[in-house]
């Protein structure tokens, strides 16, 4: 039973535009989401997260967009750069009674092409 | 900012033969540490869940007689693969929840390969 999708395998985008990648998930009672971003054989990398009381949260060229109607959210990264280049795994957790487990996607493999 | 230091980052190993992984959380204390395995172009399955000073909680289907977990310290947490079989080469990766809030911190991995 995946409760996180990342429903992309992959997607190719120029640099200097905006990368969009998107998550779903099942299960309502998570509260908590983050981006990670993974080279092979490295551990992930955090990059960004979102609380489930905002639906958007920002640093830098990172924006997550929540949208708890549609168990939804999406990472944008603008401008993409060709270092941006990796595998990005949304994760979900529920904070309260979760055990503070991260559920992860699938994984979405980016390429910022020059 | 965290930092969780995670050897070896490579093994081989015979079949037959166990293999520790360790995991320290160099500059804050983990109390709960994240074990988890990621297969080729799949994605992260988390393995069991490490609190010092008691017993690990294993997810559903993980033999938790066959991947031992320790956690010791408050720094530190092993895996230990026990009678390993070339189906348990995998790549391994262990986090750590900082105190201070949300942040989970991830180890560089360790590449198993059981031959």
């Known amino acids: 039973d995946q409760q996180v999708k990342q429903n992309s395998p992959s997607l190719s985008v120029q640099e200097g535009r905006i990368s969009i990648l998107n998550c779903d998930y099942t299960?309502?009672?998570?509260?908590?989401f983050l981006w990670y971003k993974k080279y092979p054989a490295e551990g992930p990398t955090f990059l960004i997260s979102i609380s489930s009381i905002k639906d958007k949260n920002e640093d830098g060229r990172f924006t997550v967009f929540l949208n708890k109607s549609a168990k939804h959210l999406s990472l944008h990264i603008v401008p993409s750069q060709p270092g941006d280049s990796a595998v990005y795994f949304c994760a979900a957790s529920r904070y309260t009674g979760g055990g503070n487990k991260l559920t992860f996607g699938t994984g979405t493999q980016l390429k910022v092409e020059l | 900012g965290a930092v969780v230091s995670q050897h070896p980052s490579r093994v081989i190993c015979k079949s037959g033969t166990s293999v520790k992984i360790e995991c320290r959380s160099l500059d804050f204390q983990a109390t709960t540490m994240f074990w988890y395995r990621q297969f080729p172009k799949q994605s992260l399955m988390l393995m069991a869940t490490?609190?010092?000073?008691?017993?690990?909680?294993?997810e559903q289907g993980v033999e938790k007689d066959k991947f031992l977990i320790n956690h010791a310290s408050l720094t530190l947490s092993t895996l230990t693969v026990t009678s390993a079989h070339p189906e348990d080469s995998s790549f391994y990766i262990c986090s750590a929840r900082d105190q201070a809030g949300y942040g989970y911190t991830f180890g560089s991995g360790t590449r198993l390969t059981v031959v």
């Open positions: 490490s609190n010092e000073g008691s017993k690990a909680t294993y």
């Open positions: 299960n309502s009672m998570f509260d908590y």
